[in-house]
């Protein structure tokens, strides 16, 4: 990887850790956004309200990495990613900025899920475009590395969220977070995207689209042509999303799985959070770079199954042992979720022909995200209440990675190494 190449996958990991924190602190702030929108229901019902919103954010990931897709198939990788995150930069402003329920009433949650799925639409082109952006601009043999350092920088973003969330409760009372320090991190978040957008516009398009481009190798629809030639290729993307999308929610989920699951201190909560998402960034750049000397799809295969069958027993573990075994937990899941995330996006971009990739890894891993991402921190809170159970959570995870083992023994088609 030469000079220039290793500068552009650091502008792009940097911006998307930005856009990541600005996507994810919506998650880390939960209890506090529920008091505020939804003051007039219980505190149960007001938690579930609260993410089910954040779900939405997800679910219109999909139509922004099918809009972007397209603009980015089109018109270029760099504007359509550049301009996904001044939107995520400016609709988190607003989120901060929003009123509660008893200022404006049902007018506030209704604009708080406007914003949310504004976050969302543009996340659903950032993080497909990235990927793509970094892989057309490295080498074939470095891939794996570039990734991991990219999705291990998205990482941090949450371990950037975890952390404004650790010094806020630190030095603010209780009254005080309520009141107002919950609003400082979208203010910050607010900042640092469009510190990030600034930093892309010095970026350049890659080699693969103006080659494209100058042999008229561009299709006019690229997303009517995706759906026509590579619906197994879209569906096995999807599935491969599962287990990592999963568990990054979980880890988002953390804070209030602690603190009101588990009883732990919010703040100590927070802490773990920070080392839970350090360790997994820490494993996703380290498989990321393994992946690039051993077969990307059984490195991949090999972590799925060590959390199929470890999900249950460090949930156990956790709430039979408590303290020290947390340490254990933690690990488990960055270690084990690490080997998936260091290379997965690897084989999803690769498996798409160059003219159709935004198109493909936009609606395939958006969607993959929105549906086992989103979604799961309703399914965490309703297991944990439906089966009266701390180890709930288990069996979701646990099946999330089932489908991924079971997507990338069936993608037979994914070749490593194309263009």
């Avoid at 990495?65 to 001044?86: E, N, Q, T």
């Avoid at 607010?190 to 600034?198: A, E, P």
């Avoid at 960055?334 to 198109?359: D, K």
Wanted: with cysteine.
């Amino acid at each position: 990887m030469t000079k220039d190449q290793f500068k552009i996958v650091t502008i792009t990991a940097i911006g998307g850790a930005l856009e990541f924190y600005d996507f994810t602190i919506y998650a880390l702030f939960a209890p506090y956004i529920s008091r505020h929108f939804f003051a007039n229901t219980n505190q149960v019902i007001a938690l579930v309200n609260t993410f089910a919103i954040f779900a939405l954010g997800y679910l219109s990931r999909p139509l922004g990495g099918i809009i972007f897709g397209h603009c980015g198939d089109k018109y270029g990788r760099k504007s359509a990613f550049s301009l996904a995150i001044f939107m995520m930069a400016t609709s988190t402003l607003f989120m901060g900025l929003l009123p509660g329920y008893q200022s404006i009433g049902i007018i506030a949650p209704i604009l708080l899920m406007l914003f949310r799925l504004i976050q969302g639409f543009s996340v659903g082109g950032e993080i497909p475009g990235a990927s793509i952006f970094i892989i057309e601009h490295v080498p074939k043999e470095r891939r794996g590395l570039a990734i991991g350092l990219v999705f291990s920088c998205i990482t941090l973003g949450n371990t950037m969220g975890a952390l404004v969330g650790l010094g806020l409760t630190h030095w603010l009372s209780a009254e005080q977070m309520n009141a107002w320090g919950w609003r400082i991190p979208f203010i910050i978040g607010f900042i640092l995207g469009i510190v990030s957008y600034v930093i892309r516009q010095k970026t350049f398009e890659t080699p693969v689209f103006l080659a494209m481009k100058t042999e008229g190798g561009l299709y006019p629809t690229p997303f009517f042509e995706l759906v026509k030639s590579s619906r197994k290729k879209i569906f096995n993307a999807f599935l491969l999303t599962a287990s990592t999308s999963s568990i990054i929610s979980f880890l988002l989920y953390v804070p209030t799985y602690f603190s009101t699951i588990i009883n732990i201190n919010v703040s100590y909560a927070y802490l773990l959070n920070i080392i839970g998402f350090l360790c997994f960034a820490v494993m996703t750049a380290v498989f990321g770079y393994i992946s690039d000397y051993v077969n990307r799809k059984k490195l991949l295969m090999t972590g799925a199954f060590l959390l199929i069958i470890s999900c249950y027993p460090l949930f156990y573990g956790l709430t039979v042992f408590g303290g020290w075994f947390i340490w254990i937990f933690t690990l488990g899941f960055a270690v084990f979720g690490g080997m998936i995330n260091g290379n997965y996006v690897v084989l999803i971009t690769e498996s798409f022909p160059a003219n159709l990739r935004y198109s493909g890894v936009g609606l395939s891993y958006s969607l993959g995200v929105a549906v086992f991402g989103g979604l799961a921190p309703l399914i965490f809170t309703g297991l944990i209440h439906f089966f009266a159970s701390a180890e709930a959570p288990a069996i979701y995870l646990s099946v999330a990675a089932l489908l991924t083992f079971m997507a990338a023994i069936t993608s037979s088609d994914l070749k490593e190494g194309r263009i």
